[in-house]
């Protein structure tokens, strides 16, 4: 859709020159111009996050979300396709839905009638006497490419990406298989809803914090000075060289936390005991197998980034949407599983209130590191240190970099690919 | 006075003084407020769907209430380290259900709210509560507590103090 030259010739910051191996140049996150480059080259050229199919499960129903900053729909089509369809008219570029979840018959604009079909082609207009242009035309844009995995929608509005498969790599693809085999039925249901967090920070922050194994010791003490028991104290925080959780860099930007190698039992991220859960078990037993269903049980749902916006939180799904160099929007949903009681997605949505959202117990302190990041750059610059567990890291047979749960390893291998993504390799 | 004006002079003495409590971030002393069985709901949108089905900003019961309040009560809690200076407006005050061991009162607000944790941004918050208030002798305690914020519909900044 948008040329990929224009943020280029406005800019007058090389971004090559922003990104080493273990540093970043604080003007990534604070300048305008590196903010626009942004959106051409990763959310307009590359695969972005859109949403679950699951969530819209019947004909009719749609989702508002954006790519970068470009307004989109996310529609079931009579046929059952899941379509994804610029939230604009074609005509004067009114949007057409403004609301965030609903169900629709058609696509009407309000400014002169034109009406669009839920697979975007031009149903009809006032007066089509004067219409100029062939009717072909006259379709709802739409993304060069869409995609989907086990349920999980991606779109590359320049067509220019290349395949989704390639883009999530074999780790990628690993990571969506994995949260979506965590239901007994291998499908997400995410019908909970999302809930936004606004904060006064650049996106890349969250991409981040939100994979910072680090931090959770110090940054989120309060939180561990009330409730003294979670599943994170002994994987992350019991002393550096006892705790056994790890980082891992999979490669094309995903990046993971392995907290689950540090949890002392069974369904920990849970929280609680086999017998409380055993119709649970013994379906995913039945799905996937002893073996597969045992380790699923040992690590509950994966704790990663897929690049650039979707954040795989363990019980929650999050997408981290840019809105300017210095303001985000981390919006959540929580990772609800299709063939589970009631009860267990109470469970999980119970979990996901306190730990995310503005009212979190969690998520506001992140805010206000990321909104104390962006304030400390200011506008010249400073420059970030990533460089912590390089004396350590190792490379797996696969390429996956490992480490110790505290190292930057997440943090170099996003800002690697963000690096490869800003400089010319096309 | 009729029994009526009296009955709204007592329900705004309360929600006034919790409102100051608050604002002020005298977190044991508005908790004391509340009843030993809770709901306390700030929904997304309107309070017009199952909380157990849908995501809320914030639905406690006392106990995770009580945790929200002992995480403020750290200190160490970043996003309100300090307590944001806040001053709410409360009003519109109405009774709307009278029972027999208690009241229902509903009433609007606009809160100013100054994050000077970080972005040293001045925030503006406005809605409407919805209080289940249990009389206990000549005063009352909290048993239920939704607030509607009229832009909650899709998201919102940091919300880490007391609303
Ligand atoms: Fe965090």
């Not at chain 1, 859109?50 to 900053?69: A, K, M, Q």
């Not at chain 1, 989907?148 to 991606?154: A, K, N, S």
């Amino acid at each position: 859709m948008a040329s990929k030259t224009n943020g280029l010739a406005a800019n007058a910051l090389a971004t090559g020159t922003l990104v080493t191996d273990t540093t970043v140049d604080g003007r990534a996150y604070t300048d305008d111009g590196v903010f626009a480059e942004e959106l051409v080259r990763i959310f307009t050229n590359g695969w972005v996050f859109v949403g679950h199919s699951s969530e819209i499960p019947e004909p009719g129903d749609y989702v508002t979300r954006t790519l970068g900053r470009d307004p989109v729909i996310m529609i079931r089509d009579r046929d059952n396709t899941v379509n994804v369809l610029a939230n604009r008219c074609a005509h004067r570029g009114v949007t057409l839905l403004q609301q965030e979840v609903g169900n629709a018959v058609s696509l009407p604009c309000i400014f002169h009638g034109w009406t669009y079909g839920l697979d975007g082609a031009l149903k009809g207009m006032p007066q089509p006497g004067g219409l100029s242009i062939a009717r072909d035309d006259c379709s709802l844009d739409r993304p060069g490419q869409t995609a989907e995995h086990r349920g999980f929608v991606f779109a590359n509005q320049s067509g220019t990406a290349g395949s989704l498969e390639d883009h999530l790599g074999p780790g990628g693809i690993e990571l969506l298989d994995w949260a979506s085999d965590l239901s007994p039925v291998g499908s997400l249901d995410l019908n909970a809803g999302w809930l936004g967090q606004e904060v006064s920070s650049n996106w890349k922050m969250w991409a981040e914090s939100d994979l910072d194994g680090y931090h959770l010791g110090s940054l989120h003490r309060s939180l561990w000075q009330v409730v003294p028991d979670s599943q994170y104290q002994a994987a992350v925080m019991a002393g550096e060289n006892i705790v056994k959780a790890t980082t891992r860099d999979r490669g094309r930007g995903h990046v993971e936390l392995e907290f689950w190698r540090g949890y002392d039992r069974q369904l920990a991220w849970l929280g609680v005991p086999r017998e409380r859960v055993s119709d649970y078990c013994e379906a995913l037993i039945e799905r996937v197998g002893a073996e597969r269903a045992e380790e699923l049980l040992w690590q509950g749902p994966p704790h990663a980034l897929i690049f650039p916006n979707l954040f795989l939180g363990e019980m929650n799904l999050a997408i981290i949407e840019p809105v300017a160099a210095g303001r985000t929007i981390h919006h959540h949903t929580p990772l609800l599983l299709a063939g589970v009681a009631p009860s267990f997605n109470q469970r999980v949505l119970r979990q996901s209130e306190a730990a995310m959202g503005p009212a979190g117990f969690l998520l506001p302190d992140d805010a206000a590191a990321a909104e104390r990041m962006q304030v400390a750059f200011g506008h010249s610059g400073g420059v970030m240190d990533l460089s912590r567990g390089t004396n350590r890291e190792v490379v797996e047979a696969n390429g996956d970099r490992v480490g110790h749960v505290s190292d930057e390893i997440p943090g170099r291998g996003f800002w690697r690919h963000w690096h490869h993504l800003m400089t010319d390799h096309r | 006075m009729s029994d009526r004006l009296e009955l709204i002079a007592e329900v705004e003495a309360f929600l006034y003084l919790e409102a100051r409590l608050a604002d002020e971030s005298r977190y044991a002393e508005w908790l004391a407020l509340f009843d030993d069985q809770v709901t306390y709901w700030v929904p997304k949108g309107r309070a017009d769907y199952d909380p157990t089905t849908r995501v809320s900003y914030i639905n406690d019961n006392r106990n995770r209430l009580e945790t929200r309040v002992k995480q403020l009560e750290t200190g160490v809690h970043y996003a309100q380290t300090p307590p944001s200076p806040m001053r709410r407006v409360v009003s519109n005050i109405e009774v709307t259900e009278q029972l027999d061991d208690g009241l229902v009162a509903e009433s609007n607000f606009v809160l100013y709210e100054h994050s000077l944790q970080a972005s040293n941004e001045l925030r503006v918050w406005a809605g409407h509560a919805s209080h289940g208030l249990r009389r206990v002798d000549d005063s009352f305690l909290i048993r239920s507590k939704t607030v509607e914020i009229v832009n909650s519909s899709r998201s919102l900044p940091t919300l880490a103090f007391l609303l």
